[in-house]
């Protein structure tokens, strides 16, 4: 039984819809459902005119659990593959423990009135999916997601320990806008303005968001400016390989985006604190996601290319050993596609991949689980499979900074 229901209609959905019926030996009956139907309606139509596949499409709030539990008892997937906002993580689980079925996600829980995501949350669901007979799979995306298995991968065939990793995630496309996000906006900004946080000798150490930054030359993409910033798979990966002594995490972004990200934060716009505007309560930060850019429709301008990969020092035979494992992926390749840009790509590839191996039984448990403590090496082949093609270099030294 491969039947999925996916839950979202943004650019990442599009993507794992788009493979999912590119590769019907690995799925059966796809359905997509979303609060806004016609959204749903418009990636079926780009499904069909591609590949010729045909999907089913719903509507559904996915902060509604009642709700979400009919939509799953009528279509009866094997799984529920969670596309929609971090704010809906925790629903989406009850909604799939109502009903007997399994559960993924690209992106940890977070709640809408505070800019704080941990997977604390959904860890605390292990029992409870465990005593049922179920299991759901956090964070298949790219990060988090494919970093992390590339952090097993090492592991297993690279280094015999891990003593420090850096996970260094690049955007080098340019969509042509003023300012735009290449993901949910909200959920971007939310992120970015985080103060960063980064793993060292058994403890997290806080430092304000944006202060640190290194240039590091990106295969195919140049010379880019990184910015230390906290993400999600830090926490499952300092738990699941405890050696690590430490882990940071990088993201490039260019002047222009900082510079109007700095001004929309002066002025109040970036703000999660409800506003009075007009007799009624508004919340600047959707406000401004609702006057940005759609990230699902910049994949016609963006050109250029992303480079996300993990650089981890260990040893190896007893000798020190740096290696880099990483991905190049093409906007306007991913584009042609799927119809989406390559970050959006990045994401809803691993998805595919996860929801894959979940339904062919390579990864199997029950309980909650990270994208680390499943064996790496068929997410990995896959990869190279679907789009997403890595490579491995040995490095001359370790990071200087």
Same mark, same amino acid.
């Given at each position: $039984?491969?039947?999925?229901?996916?839950?979202?209609?943004? =650019? &990442?959905? %599009? @993507?794992?819809?788009?493979?999912?019926? +590119?590769?019907?030996?690995?799925?059966?009956?796809?359905?997509?459902?979303?609060?806004?139907?016609?959204?749903?309606?418009?990636?079926?139509?780009?499904?069909?005119?591609?590949?010729?596949?045909?999907i089913?499409?719903?509507?559904?709030?996915?902060?509604?659990?009642?709700a979400?539990a009919?939509?799953?008892?009528?279509?009866?997937?094997?799984?529920?593959?969670?596309?929609?906002?971090?704010?809906?993580?925790?629903?989406?689980?009850?909604?799939?423990?109502?009903?007997?079925?399994?559960?993924?996600?690209?992106?940890?829980?977070?709640?809408?009135?505070?800019?704080?995501?941990?997977?604390?949350?959904?860890?605390?669901?292990?029992?409870?999916?465990?005593?049922?007979?179920? $299991?759901?799979?956090?964070?298949?995306?790219?990060?988090? =997601? &494919?970093? %992390? @298995?590339?952090?097993?991968?090492?592991? +297993?065939?690279?280094?015999d320990?891990?003593?420090?990793?850096?996970?260094?995630?690049?955007?080098?496309?340019?969509?042509?806008?003023?300012?735009?996000?290449?993901?949910?906006?909200?959920?971007?900004?939310?992120?970015?303005?985080?103060?960063?946080?980064?793993?060292?000798?058994?403890?997290?150490?806080?430092?304000?968001?944006?202060?640190?930054?290194?240039?590091?030359?990106?295969?195919?993409?140049?010379?880019?400016?990184?910015?230390?910033?906290?993400?999600?798979?830090?926490?499952?990966?300092?738990?699941?390989?405890?050696?690590?002594?430490?882990?940071?995490?990088?993201?490039?972004?260019?002047?222009?985006?900082?510079?109007?990200?700095?001004?929309?934060?002066?002025?109040? $716009?970036?703000?999660?604190?409800?506003?009075?505007?007009? =007799?009624?309560?508004?919340?600047?930060?959707?406000?401004?996601?609702?006057?940005?850019?759609?990230?699902?429709?910049?994949?016609?301008?963006?050109?250029?290319?992303?480079?996300?990969?993990?650089?981890?020092?260990?040893?190896?035979?007893?000798?020190?050993?740096?290696?880099?494992?990483?991905?190049?992926?093409?906007?306007?390749?991913?584009?042609?596609?799927?119809?989406?840009?390559?970050?959006?790509?990045?994401?809803?590839?691993?998805?595919?991949?996860?929801?894959?191996?979940?339904?062919?039984?390579?990864?199997?448990?029950?309980?909650?689980?990270?994208?680390e403590?499943?064996d790496?090496?068929?997410?990995?082949?896959?990869?190279?499979?679907?789009?997403?093609?890595?490579?491995v270099?040995e490095l001359?030294?370790?990071?200087?900074?």
């Amino acid at each position: $039984m491969k039947d999925v229901l996916v839950i979202g209609a943004g =650019g &990442v959905s %599009s @993507v794992a819809v788009h493979k999912m019926a +590119k590769n019907p030996e690995l799925f059966g009956k796809v359905t997509l459902a979303s609060r806004r139907k016609f959204k749903c309606d418009a990636i079926a139509q780009s499904v069909k005119e591609r590949f010729g596949a045909t999907i089913d499409t719903a509507e559904v709030d996915a902060d509604d659990v009642d709700a979400t539990a009919r939509l799953i008892d009528q279509v009866k997937p094997k799984l529920l593959v969670n596309l929609a906002l971090p704010y809906q993580d925790l629903n989406l689980m009850e909604a799939c423990l109502k009903t007997g079925v399994d559960y993924l996600d690209t992106a940890n829980y977070e709640p809408r009135d505070q800019a704080k995501f941990e997977y604390g949350w959904q860890w605390a669901y292990q029992d409870r999916f465990k005593q049922a007979g179920l $299991m759901a799979l956090l964070g298949s995306g790219f990060d988090p =997601g &494919v970093t %992390s @298995v590339f952090a097993t991968y090492i592991k +297993k065939h690279l280094l015999d320990t891990i003593e420090t990793l850096d996970i260094l995630d690049c955007n080098g496309g340019d969509h042509g806008q003023h300012f735009a996000t290449n993901f949910n906006p909200e959920i971007n900004i939310r992120e970015v303005t985080a103060p960063a946080r980064h793993w060292e000798n058994g403890g997290w150490v806080e430092t304000p968001a944006l202060s640190e930054r290194q240039v590091f030359i990106f295969d195919q993409v140049g010379a880019k400016n990184m910015y230390l910033m906290y993400h999600e798979e830090l926490e499952s990966l300092v738990k699941h390989i405890p050696e690590i002594k430490r882990a940071r995490f990088w993201m490039t972004f260019g002047e222009q985006y900082l510079t109007h990200l700095r001004v929309l934060q002066n002025v109040g $716009m970036t703000s999660i604190e409800p506003v009075m505007y007009e =007799g009624r309560e508004i919340i600047p930060l959707q406000f401004l996601k609702a006057v940005l850019p759609e990230p699902a429709t910049l994949g016609e301008t963006t050109k250029g290319k992303t480079n996300i990969g993990d650089i981890a020092t260990g040893t190896k035979d007893g000798a020190e050993k740096t290696v880099y494992v990483y991905n190049v992926c093409d906007h306007e390749d991913a584009y042609a596609e799927t119809g989406n840009q390559a970050v959006s790509y990045t994401t809803g590839v691993p998805a595919m991949i996860g929801a894959a191996l979940m339904l062919n039984g390579h990864w199997r448990g029950e309980g909650v689980f990270n994208m680390e403590q499943f064996d790496p090496d068929p997410f990995m082949d896959m990869l190279n499979q679907h789009g997403l093609p890595w490579q491995v270099k040995e490095l001359p030294e370790p990071l200087r900074f």
